[in-house]
């Protein structure tokens, strides 16, 4: 079955950065669109980059964009978030989301799969 694992979480002052990595399994990764996704402690579940199958299409909110940056290396089965210039804002639990098809998507419903999250916090 599909397997989703975030890492590189962690607490940083703001302007500070971190990347974040998700190790996927099972099924064709290369086929997938993969995305990132936060959430807040009371809010609900927030797109914040997606990225094709491929690579070649790659899509922000824009809260993010200019500051983050997804990636994903299809020979290790892992999709990155490089994320910079963090804000108090960003604080958030950061989601690995994995599409069934090869498509960015901007919706928590369009996303199949989860990881369990990995904590950000930016303290000011």
């Known amino acids: 079955q599909v397997q989703l694992v975030e890492s590189g979480g962690g607490l940083v002052q703001a302007g500070g950065s971190l990347r974040l990595s998700c190790a996927a399994s099972g099924g064709s990764f290369s086929s997938s669109a993969m995305g990132w996704f936060r959430q807040a402690p009371g809010k609900e579940r927030e797109f914040v980059a997606s990225i094709s199958g491929s690579g070649l299409t790659t899509k922000y909110a824009d809260s993010v964009k200019g500051r983050f940056t997804i990636s994903r290396d299809n020979a290790k089965n892992t999709v990155y978030l490089q994320m910079n210039s963090l804000k108090p804002e960003d604080t958030a639990v950061y989601y690995c989301?994995?599409?069934?098809?090869?498509?960015?998507?901007?919706?928590?419903?369009?996303?199949?799969?989860w990881g369990q999250g990995t904590q950000v916090t930016v303290s000011s």
């Open positions: 989301g994995r599409r069934a098809i090869l498509y960015v998507g901007v919706r928590p419903t369009e996303y199949n799969y």
